[in-house]
């Protein structure tokens, strides 16, 4: 049985295919402003890339869920990240997701969402918010987690808006701060706003790091710092999403 | 997907016009808190004007933002209640979607619900200068004292006072005692209607409740409430009878806390039936069920104690427990917790009650009036992931 999982976030939509429950493609594209050819797109692509033309089902999750019309069924990311994660980590107990957009905490028992919890009216600790300081610094997005690396000390961000904590990096670049401590300051701000957030939920290990952001090795650190606990990272923290999502159309 | 609809609906549709024609012809009326004891209006014959209504009127038919809009214009924030804000902008626009409430003749605010009303009705107020009656009654944060009810109880005198004076008309003891009958049974009838969705598959959802709720809330004191919640239990009873529930498959049972999403009440009940999901009860309608004593030989104590030991003037200890009463009584398998911008007595101290209670729950942000803060992708996903939580 071949069955797909498509993700598709705000930032970007992921799609993976599992053959007898084995991932054997997957493909992460930027979201265009049209969320159903974005979801034709990287279906498409990852068809090719497997060499079949049609699979036995589709479940589609993430923000634009509800735009894939080719798919059988939705389920929301709380619960694809969740069974995606135990996927790659059978002894997870804790899923933190920093998404495009939003970011979430998910608390796991006997293999199923017990509780969770979001961010809500504010991006603030969220991909977005390392987007935004990436830009004001002009530097990559990419390049932000081997910069905070090189830190001599974190300069305290202290504005918890992204729009505020962004005039506050222009000021500290313009008093002479090093570019290094105020990425790895980005770094802390964020990790400390997901913590309050994870907090709310509990936190036991082990604790899972997903979404595009866990690529980053300075926010799985400074995350780590904040909880006091041991992180772990899938092998492909983006699709984790697209797995879950997989694994309930084999379901 | 079409939504079961009440009978019931259509005749509150009628007494609530019907309400809101009187207060054009109304020769004496009072602007009044939701929260307030109305008894003394109605017993003199006065007209009460629900601000709070009229607010809640305006967000069903979706004209929250552009009222709003002539409130914010004069520099009141939009951190303000939704409520207030659209009432003085309603004010201010010198129209609404029931053509403006009538001049008041005096205003009658009770802090039983929240402190806001202090400010709101100072400002209308100012701006009508008319008098202003303040019922202040003292936050219970563990026990009614009997000296929080002697405070209360000496006002509601002064407050009757008040009314002889501005209205030059006299209170009848025997008049006042009848209309609070007629409230208590009023009270009773509209408690049983809630009580009915005790059944399962329940017969009703906190939507037909919303709905349905205006009658208790303006009219209690007359005869309106007694008869339309006989008649709209009658309707219940033979949903029951005939074992029909309000959601086809009812599956989950659920239950709101807070003031209902008004311009997206449809969009809710829509969205939870398509999903075999029954808010069978909510904290918001089941604030107006209770007397806790009708002691006739002091009628004002039995007020002063009612008024004060509102479910939005208690400690969270005891709003926990009036909870968990709601989720054992109605057998709720989960808890849809509206943080709502506007109402901050009601949503402060949510996610302490999420530790407190004893079923899961998912919070969601909305505000009961003002669309511009609804984010429905966001309400979506969370509502989706509490539901496949659940299931």
Redesign the interface.
Known sequence: MIVAGIDVGSLTAKCVLLKDGEIVAYKVIKVSPNLEETAEKVFGEVLREAGIDKVDKIVATG?GRNKVSFAERT?????CHAKGALFFIPTARTVIDIGGQ?SKVISIENG?????V?N??CAAGTGRFLEVMASALHLKIEELGDIAERAEGATKISSTCTVFAESEVISHLASGERVEDIVAGIHEAIASRIAAMAR?VKVKPDVVLTGGVAKNKAMKRALERELGMEIKIPAEPQIVGAVGAALFAMS | MTLKKLKATDRMKQIMGGYYMMGKQAEVNGWITSGAPVELLYAMDIYPVYPENHGALIGAAKQGPHFSDFAEKREFSRDLCSYARCDIGCVFAGTSPVGGLPKPTFLFACNNICNTVIKWYQVLSRIFNVPLFILDTPFIRKDLKESYIQYVHDQLYEFVDFLEKTTGRELSDSKLKETLIKSVQGVNGYSEVLKMAKNKPSPLTCFDAFLNMAPIVCLRGTDYPIEFYAEMKKELVERVERGEGAVENEEVRLLWDNIPVWYRLRWFAEFFADRNACLVADTYTNAWTGFISMDKSDVFWSMAETYTFSYLNIGIEHTAEAINRLIDYYDVDGVVIH?NRSCKPYSFGQ?EL?KMIDV?SVVI?ADMVDSR?F?E??VE??L??FL??LK
């Open positions: 923000y389920v929301t990311e709380i619960s939003d199923k969402v017990a509780e969770f979001m809500d009216k709310r | 943080s996610y999420q899961p942000e803060v984010s992708a966001q996903t969370r989706e992931a496949e939580m």
